[in-house]
């Protein structure tokens, strides 16, 4: 006489655990890892960051042109203007603060700027360490600019200064591994914090 084989169901740890439950165990542990599939992570979202760093955003004309003519506000992300020069806030910032002075004329270079622009788009940038400094209170700054593309210049055809204002402790491993930074207040934040300081100006 043959002897019946039955197949096992198998059992799921989801299953398991419920079905110890119905049994009545006090208490069920779970090994970490092995029992729960996929671990949970915590995840940080930035689908604006990606489309920039796979450089998908094609924005028509320069967006620094587009700030000096029209003017403060935050659709262009202009805090301030000076006869030649302007305080832009970077779009996508490395720190909480991190601002852009630019010559208003659409240059690449420091040899094509005038004596008289050259000498106001260094005040602006006087200024704009000391807007932050009052407003932000860093330990620090990062202060400097990318001429050309090769040196990691982002709009490479206007010339621009980035400052950004440092503390203590301030690097994660984000931009280590995924070209990504963690900043704790947004930009409408930003915004509203530092042009409250430069209408004052």
């Given at each position: 006489?043959?002897?019946?084989?039955?197949?096992?169901?198998?059992?799921?740890?989801?299953?398991?655990?419920?079905?110890?439950?119905?049994?009545?165990?006090?208490?069920?542990?779970?090994e970490a890892?092995?029992?729960?599939?996929?671990?949970?992570?915590?995840?940080?979202?930035?689908?604006?960051?990606?489309?920039?760093?796979?450089?998908?955003?094609?924005?028509?004309?320069?967006?620094?042109?587009?700030?000096?003519?029209?003017?403060?506000?935050?659709?262009?992300?202009?805090?301030?203007?000076?006869?030649?020069?302007?305080?832009?806030?970077?779009?996508?910032?490395?720190?909480?603060?991190?601002?852009?002075?630019?010559?208003?004329?659409?240059?690449?270079d420091f040899?094509?700027?005038?004596?008289?622009?050259?000498?106001?788009?260094?005040?602006?940038?006087?200024?704009?360490?000391?807007?932050?400094?009052?407003?932000?209170?860093?330990?620090?700054?990062?202060?400097?600019?990318?001429?050309?593309?090769?040196?990691?210049?982002?709009?490479?055809?206007?010339?621009?200064?980035?400052?950004?204002?440092?503390?203590?402790?301030?690097?994660?491993?984000?931009?280590?591994?995924?070209?990504?930074?963690?900043?704790?207040?947004?930009?409408?934040?930003?915004?509203d914090r530092?042009?409250?300081?430069?209408?004052?100006?």
């Amino acid at each position: 006489m043959k002897k019946k084989i039955t197949k096992k169901k198998a059992v799921t740890p989801k299953a398991a655990l419920q079905k110890k439950k119905r049994k009545g165990s006090a208490s069920v542990s779970l090994e970490a890892g092995k029992e729960i599939w996929p671990l949970e992570r915590d995840v940080l979202f930035r689908p604006d960051r990606f489309k920039y760093v796979r450089k998908l955003i094609k924005p028509n004309g320069c967006v620094f042109c587009k700030s000096a003519e029209e003017g403060v506000g935050f659709k262009t992300l202009c805090l301030y203007q000076s006869k030649h020069a302007m305080v832009v806030l970077n779009k996508f910032p490395y720190n909480s603060g991190h601002i852009l002075v630019i010559p208003k004329r659409h240059v690449a270079d420091f040899d094509l700027l005038s004596k008289v622009e050259y000498q106001d788009l260094h005040q602006v940038l006087q200024l704009g360490v000391r807007v932050l400094r009052q407003t932000y209170q860093p330990a620090g700054f990062n202060v400097g600019l990318n001429l050309g593309a090769v040196a990691g210049a982002g709009i490479p055809e206007h010339l621009h200064y980035h400052i950004v204002p440092r503390w203590a402790g301030d690097l994660n491993f984000f931009p280590l591994i995924a070209e990504t930074k963690t900043v704790i207040e947004s930009l409408e934040m930003s915004f509203d914090r530092l042009v409250a300081y430069f209408n004052k100006l």
